[in-house]
């Protein structure tokens, strides 16, 4: 069982910067990829970023690419999102999310399925003004 919380959410304009958190209650972190996704009034949950346990691999959507970052403290049981250049599109609320993968050879392949991911987080709403 893995319970996540995100912060460090909030009001920001465009072009400015954020970082969000995500604090992990996994005693074995490092088992779990972990990602982000995000959600807009009206819109499917779609996928942000997502990274392995040993950070050689990092995901990301094309409209992110370039201005987020994805990265993880595994002895802080932590992920972060760092975004930058943000812009109003990119309002929506953020989640966290922990994957229990057992095969890791075919994670490059599902790390941006909604029901790849196991355990989620409340969610944090980022708002990006013009």
């Known amino acids: 069982q893995v319970q996540l919380v995100e912060f460090g959410g909030g009001l920001v304009q465009a072009g400015g910067s954020l970082r969000l958190s995500c604090a992990a209650s996994a005693r074995t972190f490092s088992d779990y990829a972990m990602g982000w996704f995000r959600q807009a009034p009206g819109k499917e949950r779609e996928f942000v970023a997502a990274i392995n346990w040993s950070e050689t691999y990092t995901y990301y959507a094309e409209s992110v690419k370039g201005r987020f970052t994805i990265s993880r403290d595994n002895a802080k049981n932590m992920v972060f999102l760092q975004m930058n250049s943000l812009k109003p599109e990119d309002t929506a609320v953020y989640y966290c999310?922990?994957?229990?993968?057992?095969?890791?050879?075919?994670?490059?392949?599902?790390?941006?399925?909604?029901?790849?991911?196991?355990?989620w987080g409340q969610g944090t709403q980022v708002t990006v003004s013009s």
């Open positions: 999310a922990a994957d229990s993968v057992s095969d890791w050879t075919v994670w490059p392949l599902r790390y941006s399925v909604r029901d790849e991911y196991d355990y």
